[in-house]
């Protein structure tokens, strides 16, 4: 089997990292940690910082306080596995390996390959502990896309997407071990809330590692749909607080689906419980690192896989979810792509500014190798945005950002400085017209400029063609009839 190519830590890394190297090193202190924690369909406006009126999310506007706040990044594309292969990998949805929720028996999805780099094996083989906590998505147990064959030391959580659909699931995985929530898996014996769970099994992680440079990636399950959360005070401080129509959904109990939704008498509330939850989440997190003196020395990242979700009773019109853009999850359009991204590290982002840097998942990879003085053998499709963390001018920046979709007949869209191109049913022998957006001035997608602007149409056609490079895993124009089960 083809082995990894291993990065090279002696060269290839830019004067940022240099600096911050040797800064590092006169300060005594070792290499910074990095802790990137991703929602789980978090729209762009849930969050206070972004607008949310109806949620409370302290925690994550105090992370923005103390950071930088980015107007303008987008995820991998709009649906889970693929976005989540952009991110591990650094390359767009037109290169990268996975590009669809395809499910395997009897339990995950399709794998990464063994050839794949990763950034958690690009930061594992410069030194750091990586562990990683929450959903995977990205291959079964003991395949070449297990997360402790694809450069995490640890992993703790859902292994399945599938799985994740249950906040009170039968089992979890501790690496290659099944662990049973014996508690779990009727009504009456409902007990074992899964991301309490994994939550307390992270913080483990930093306490054991607090006193050498680690990688901590946080792919947490809230808010995804189904929408079920402790009744407990957060969740009572909610209920009543807005119009409710109950959700009729599929059980726990004898017979239930494993990957159902339950019912949910107050939809709303439960929402906005599991927004407050992971904002709960959010500030351990960084109460932990700064109770263990180390938070100063710790790059934050928090993000979402792509736009707010609609299955199991959520609604995300009533709560502005996409934050007044068009479009929610399975959209290329900016509700479905554009998120959240917030970053805090006290040594070299300055508190409580704001950037319209437009950068997306895969400019992830590059900085955190940046951030390691690390650098990758392998290509990618991204640009470190290190110069935009330190307040830097020498930014570079995309010719273009591309995502594809594979579902529904096929998406593409295409940013290119002001404007955006989108092409719906893509993959079908009679695509749709590109519809072209100016984002300066429309942002909200409204006012398709096509028929005025016949040449940035066709640059835009031409580097689609350009971008999009076939998959024999999955194929642009067969994806649709592999993704029936795909509601991750």
Not at 25 to 30: D, E, I, K, P
Not at 67 to 85: D, H, I, K, M, N
Not at 111 to 126: F, I
Not at 456 to 469: F, N, S
Request: net charge negative; aromatic share 12%.
């Amino acid at each position: 089997m083809m082995r990894k190519i291993l990065l090279n830590t002696a060269r290839g890394y830019g004067i940022f990292a240099v600096l911050l190297l040797s800064l590092s090193h006169a300060a005594g202190q070792q290499r910074p940690n990095i802790v990137f924690i991703l929602a789980d369909d978090l729209g762009y406006g849930d969050i206070g910082v972004n607008g949310q009126k109806l949620i409370q999310t302290p925690n994550i506007d105090r992370l923005a306080a103390e950071g930088l706040l980015f107007e303008q990044f987008y995820a991998g594309t709009s649906v889970c596995a693929p976005s989540r292969s952009s991110l591990m990998t650094g390359r767009h949805t037109g290169h990268t390996f996975i590009r669809g929720n395809l499910g395997v028996s009897p339990e995950g999805q399709y794998p990464l390959a063994d050839s794949v780099l990763t950034v958690a094996e690009l930061l594992q083989q410069a030194g750091y502990v990586t562990g990683a906590f929450g959903k995977w998505g990205l291959g079964p147990v003991l395949s070449a896309g297990d997360p402790n064959k694809q450069g995490f030391d640890q992993f703790f959580g859902y292994n399945c997407q599938s799985q994740a659909h249950r906040y009170y699931p039968t089992h979890l995985w501790n690496n290659t071990q099944k662990i049973m929530l014996e508690k779990n898996g009727d009504l009456e014996y409902r007990e074992q809330y899964a991301p309490d769970i994994i939550q307390k099994e992270a913080l483990r992680f930093i306490d054991a590692n607090k006193d050498r440079p680690f990688f901590l990636f946080l792919p947490q399950i809230l808010p995804h749909a189904e929408l079920i959360v402790p009744d407990d005070s957060l969740f009572r401080s909610y209920v009543g607080k807005f119009p409710e129509t109950p959700y009729a959904g599929d059980d726990y109990g004898l017979g239930a689906k494993s990957a159902g939704y339950a019912s949910q008498r107050y939809p709303h509330a439960a929402f906005a419980t599991m927004v407050a939850r992971l904002d709960r989440y959010v500030g351990e997190v960084v109460d932990r690192l700064k109770a263990l003196g180390i938070d100063k020395n710790t790059l934050i990242v928090f993000s979402s896989d792509n736009g707010p979700h609609q299955e199991g009773g959520a609604d995300p019109a009533f709560f502005n979810s996409a934050g007044g853009l068009r479009g929610v999850k399975r959209d290329l359009y900016e509700g479905g792509i554009r998120v959240p991204l917030i970053v805090r590290w006290p040594q070299v982002v300055k508190p409580g500014k704001t950037t319209q840097h437009v950068a997306a998942f895969w400019d992830l990879f590059p900085t955190f190798a940046e951030v390691a003085s690390a650098s990758p053998s392998l290509p990618t499709d991204g640009l470190s945005f290190l110069p935009t963390l330190a307040d830097s001018p020498q930014q570079q920046k995309h010719p273009y950002l591309y995502w594809e979709f594979h579902e529904q007949g096929g998406k593409q869209a295409l940013r290119y400085g002001k404007w955006k191109g989108i092409r719906l049913q893509a993959a079908t022998k009679q695509p749709k017209a590109l519809e072209l957006y100016d984002l300066d001035t429309d942002p909200q997608e409204q006012n398709n400029l096509a028929a005025d602007n016949a040449i940035v149409v066709a640059q835009i056609e031409k580097w689609m063609t350009e971008a999009h490079v076939e998959s024999r895993i999955f194929p642009f124009a067969a994806t649709a009839k592999q993704e029936q089960n795909s509601e991750n």
